[in-house]
């Protein structure tokens, strides 16, 4: 950046340099000419070569050169000089200031006419010099902020896959450990039970064999008596691992809207009032679907922070009422995502309200299986 407005400042100065000797009579055209290629040939050296050496004693020369043009060329050529002065400067030292002193020696040497116009340039190259370094310091401190962040970010996206690498792990244990409860207790009860009512019937077996009927008869109740609590101990092991209805079909919306907020920020409280446990499987699918679609709408289109989801059971009818604090909307429109949650609701004989004042809310009515 700092480049780029010292050369646009050198090549206006050139210009200059070349219009005001077109229409003057001072100096040869030929040796005036053959300076201003020496030096932009000069300042082209300085833009490719990368030694900071090189560099300085490239500065140094044009700085040479155009003192000597002063004398012996043109007069008005010095005012190139100070902007190679600032160049020289900045390579050893950062302040501007004992530059800008020094640099107001060269005035005593020359005319009236010079002066001010060299007084004009070095302070113009003062103001480019500082204005471009401040610029370039904020710009290297919000280029540092900037990989700052990138750092962080990819810092938080490592912890995140560890986080799900260990969710996963944790997962996976827990059905481990699950597994190996559920074989244990099987073992612990049922198989003791199954295994007594085993060797009990094989005595019974035996007893029947020698003649002993009354003794293989009470064996044998005996052993249906153990099997038929072995059967119950199965029935209740498969009663606790298995959730109840309600408690599937909440959780998995309550997934969806957390996953939901998580993702997009937006705030999605659940709530729920009466008994869930007359909501089918099937109905369940329908509010889910529902819901989705729903959730999926308010981020196209609502522009919300916050959608509530409410599910009432009442005694005839299940309510699902979605509403967002979005900008709602005067006239409805019936996308194929509103055709769909319709269709879905209206084959298990319930219908949808849709509202677009104040927010947007959809409603879902289903009636209650007898």
């Not at 003057?24 to 000419?33: H, L």
């Not at 044998?220 to 072995?230: H, P, V």
């Not at 604090?325 to 084959?347: D, F, P, S, V």
């Amino acid at each position: 950046m700092k480049d780029f407005w010292i050369i646009i400042t050198k090549l206006i100065l050139l210009l200059y340099l070349i219009i005001e000797h077109s229409v003057s009579e001072i100096g040869d055209a030929s040796w005036f000419v053959l300076m201003l290629l020496i030096y932009f040939c000069i300042n082209i050296a300085i833009d490719i070569f990368q030694n900071k050496n090189l560099k300085a004693a490239l500065h140094l020369a044009a700085i040479v050169l155009m003192a000597a043009c002063q004398y012996y060329i043109y007069p008005s050529m010095i005012i190139l000089l100070p902007l190679n002065a600032f160049e020289l400067a900045a390579l050893y030292i950062k302040g501007r200031i004992p530059v800008l002193f020094v640099m107001l020696f060269p005035i005593f040497f020359l005319g009236a006419k010079e002066i001010a116009l060299y007084i004009a340039v070095l302070f113009l190259g003062y103001i480019i010099f500082t204005a471009v370094d401040l610029y370039s310091a904020r710009i290297q401190t919000l280029e540092d902020h900037l990989d700052a962040m990138r750092k962080r970010v990819a810092k938080l996206v490592n912890q995140l896959n560890n986080n799900e690498v260990y969710l996963r792990q944790s997962e996976y244990t827990y059905k481990l450990e699950e597994r190996n409860r559920i074989s244990q207790e099987i073992h612990d009860q049922i198989g003791h039970a199954m295994t007594s009512a085993l060797i009990q019937m094989e005595a019974s077996k035996k007893m029947l064999e020698s003649g002993n009927g009354t003794a293989a008869k009470a064996l044998l109740e005996n052993a249906i008596m153990i099997s038929k609590s072995g059967i119950d101990q199965i029935r209740n092991t498969l009663k606790n691992l298995k959730p109840a209805k309600e408690q599937i079909g909440i959780h998995r919306l309550k997934l969806l809207t957390g996953e939901f907020s998580s993702k997009h920020g937006i705030s999605v409280p659940v709530t729920y009032k009466g008994n869930l446990d007359v909501i089918t499987p099937l109905q369940w699918k329908v509010l889910y679907e529902n819901a989705h679609e729903s959730l999926t709408n308010v981020l196209k289109y609502a522009h919300a922070t916050m959608v509530s989801i409410d599910i009432r059971v009442y005694n005839k009818i299940i309510k699902m009422e979605i509403k967002d604090n979005g900008q709602g909307a005067t006239k409805i429109k019936r996308g194929l995502g509103m055709i769909g949650m319709e269709e879905r609701t209206a084959a298990l004989g319930g219908n949808i309200i849709v509202d677009g004042s104040g927010g947007f809310m959809v409603s879902t009515l289903l009636p209650i299986s007898e």
